[in-house]
Nanobody, 129 residues
Framework: QVQLAESGGGLVQAGDSLRLSCAAS????????MAWFRQAPGKEREFVAV????????TYTVSVKGRFTISRDNAQNTVYLQMNTLKPEDTAVYYC??????????????????????WGQGTQVTVSL
């Protein structure tokens, strides 16, 4: 089993940037594909980004493509989500998740919540006008 803990959320204005971190403990991060999801009030949890075990393949949901970047440092057991040009519609609780899905070196498909095995408790991101 692995434990995940997110950090880095906060209150920012539209156009600002934030960098979220997800620290893993209990098991090596390299065992898992890693993903970020988010959930706005009254809405279902939605996929944001996924990265392969070696970090060579990434996939993003259309609404964040070109603005967000997922990365990982397996030696530090940490995955990141760099969020640039934030918009009010990005406001949500952001969750880090680990899973046993398969990714190739150049392709990692979008995931659903049911694809992931372990979840962090989330960090709040609020973007104001």
């Amino acid at each position: 089993q692995v434990q995940l803990a997110e950090s880095g959320g906060g209150l920012v204005q539209a156009g600002d940037s934030l960098r979220l971190s997800c620290a893993a403990s209990g098991r090596p991060l390299s065992r898992y594909i890693m993903a970020w999801f988010r959930q706005a009030p009254g809405k279902e949890r939605e996929f944001v980004a996924v990265i392969s075990r070696g970090g060579r393949s990434t996939t993003y949901t259309v609404s964040v493509k070109g603005r967000f970047t997922i990365s990982r440092d397996n030696a530090q057991n940490t995955v990141y989500l760099q969020m640039n040009t934030l918009k009010p519609e990005d406001t949500a609780v952001y969750y880090c998740a680990a899973g046993f899905g398969e990714c190739s070196d150049d392709a990692c498909n979008e995931r659903t919540t049911n694809d992931m095995a372990y979840w962090g408790q989330g960090t709040q991101v609020t973007v104001s006008l």
